[in-house]
């Protein structure tokens, strides 16, 4: 079989490298970033790269200790736990620095049973099965504002606690009120875990995704 790309016959940037830098040359001109701690920059370029929207940095809220906390966790060879397969597949291996395990519980067999006795949703229900690896571990949800609830909860009952969370739900129902549970986590309950979300309605696997991305490794290419 012989394989040869077509003609060129439009005017457009095809170098991956060149795209990369050109792209993150526009957010940086476009957005602002000075309301969030400096060495979170990049984890919100990628964001806002991942979303194709540069307003979106306006919306974000990083604590002061998350790229540290999340970053020297992955070192240590912590998991990342997520909600979502998109999510565990948006995740590019080649930046974990331990090769660290991506997980979701989501297609587990029992989890409809869980649902179904907890009066919840799958990717609420799938959380229950974390056990002990949600002891400093990376969490993200990018997907269902249940799960994020979930895991709010699950610390309030005295669970483990992960080293940072990303919480980016996205949606109508919730997802906005997740999020700023989320973010008042510390002021309301004094439970201080290292976060990362997108306040409104915006959110999901792709944005989630690019965080994991930017804080399993600083190098932006």
Same mark, same amino acid.
């Given at each position: ?24 040359? #526009?957010? !940086?001109?476009?957005? =602002? ?12 370029? !990628?964001?806002? &790269? ?5 307003? @979106?940095?306006?919306? /974000? ?6 790229? *540290? ?12 736990? #997520?909600?979502? &397969? ?5 995740? #590019? ?9 991506? @997980? ?17 949703? !799958? ?5 229950? /099965?974390?056990?002990? !690896?949600?002891?400093? $571990? ?9 799960? +994020?609830?979930? %895991? +709010?909860?699950? +610390? @309030?009952?005295? =669970?483990?606690?992960?080293? $940072? ?10 997802? *906005?009120?997740?999020?700023?549970? %989320? *973010?008042? +986590?510390?002021?309301?309950? =004094? ?19 690019? $965080?994991?991305? $930017? @804080?399993?490794?600083? *190098?932006?290419?």
């Amino acid at each position: 079989m012989d394989v040869a790309r077509p003609p060129k016959r439009y005017p457009y940037v095809d170098d991956g490298a060149a795209i990369y830098l050109d792209s993150f040359a #526009t957010i !940086r001109r476009e957005a =602002g970033f000075a309301h969030l701690p400096a060495d979170a920059e990049r984890v919100a370029v !990628r964001m806002v &790269h991942g979303s194709g929207q540069t307003d @979106l940095a306006a919306d /974000l809220e990083i604590h002061p200790g998350l790229v *540290a906390a999340a970053r020297g966790a992955l070192q240590a060879g912590a998991p990342i736990l #997520t909600d979502a &397969h998109m999510v565990a597949s948006g995740v #590019t291996r080649a930046r974990l620095p331990r090769d660290n395990e991506v @997980l979701c519980t989501l297609r587990d067999p029992r989890v409809p049973e869980l649902a179904t006795a907890f009066g919840t949703t !799958r990717s609420a229900a799938a959380l229950a /099965l974390w056990g002990d !690896r949600l002891d400093g $571990a990376v969490v993200a949800i990018g997907n269902a504002p249940t799960a +994020l609830f979930h %895991l +709010l909860e699950m +610390l @309030l009952d005295g =669970g483990p606690r992960p080293a $940072a969370i990303v919480g980016v739900p996205v949606g109508f129902i919730g997802a *906005a009120e997740s999020k700023q549970a %989320l *973010a008042a +986590l510390a002021a309301d309950h =004094g439970i201080d875990v290292p976060f990362l979300t997108v306040h409104g309605r915006r959110g999901g696997s792709a944005i989630a995704a690019s $965080a994991l991305n $930017a @804080l399993a490794q600083e *190098a932006e290419l």
